[in-house]
């Protein structure tokens, strides 16, 4: 089966340096754009998948309605962006200024669960291996997928079709394209994957570009 998996383009939020998590923000006019060259890679391409699945949030959702306008979307809330507690929709600025001694913090540790309310690794992973097992177990092995998330999520995505417990700090740009070749039939689990995969794309691009 073919796995792709692809971030959102820019939102209002990305635009204005906002950490969004879940809160919901528009695409951006440049967003717009970015998803309307996705739209012609995949005419160009020809690729027509049997399932497209999206978060819930506008700026995922509208990329993959204008990605693909006459397939339908089906919306799943796990692909939900990571929950960022109390830095949801702030700027860095406005952290630092609401939030003084865990922005210090933050700052020297980069740690996610210093913040109060944020979504934990553990939860993330949980939420990623219920997602990876139902798109391999739920479908066969000639379809093609598309999933249209972001890049919090994504990572965890990432970790578990590769089958390891280490998370990268991969970029993930808005639009980026991640996609697998994979033996569903082999698949046995979140948590043991088979060797038997490829990777076909990997924080692909190029669109933007064409």
Known sequence: MKLMIVRHAESVGNLEGRWQGHQDFPLSDTGVKQAEKL??????????????????????????????????????????????????????????????????????????????????????????????????????????????????IMIYLIAVILGTNRIWKTKISNTSIFEFEIDSDNWTGSDNLASNFEILKFSDLKHLNE
């Not at 799943?76 to 630092?96: C, M, P, V, Y």
């Open 39 to 152: 739209y012609k890679s995949f005419i160009n391409s020809r690729f027509s998948p049997n399932y497209i699945y999206s978060s819930p949030l506008s700026r995922t959702l509208s990329t993959a309605q204008i990605s693909f306008p006459s397939h339908k979307i089906i919306t799943i809330s796990d692909l939900i962006e990571r929950n960022l507690g109390i830095f949801s929709g702030k700027t860095a600025l406005e952290i630092k200024e609401l939030f003084p001694e865990i922005a210090e913090q933050f700052a020297k540790t980069k740690d996610l669960s210093l913040i109060p309310e944020a979504e934990n690794k553990y939860d993330l992973r949980k939420r990623a291996n219920k997602i990876i097992d139902f798109l391999i177990k739920g479908h066969n092995q000639l379809d093609e997928i598309v999933v249209f998330s972001h890049g919090g």
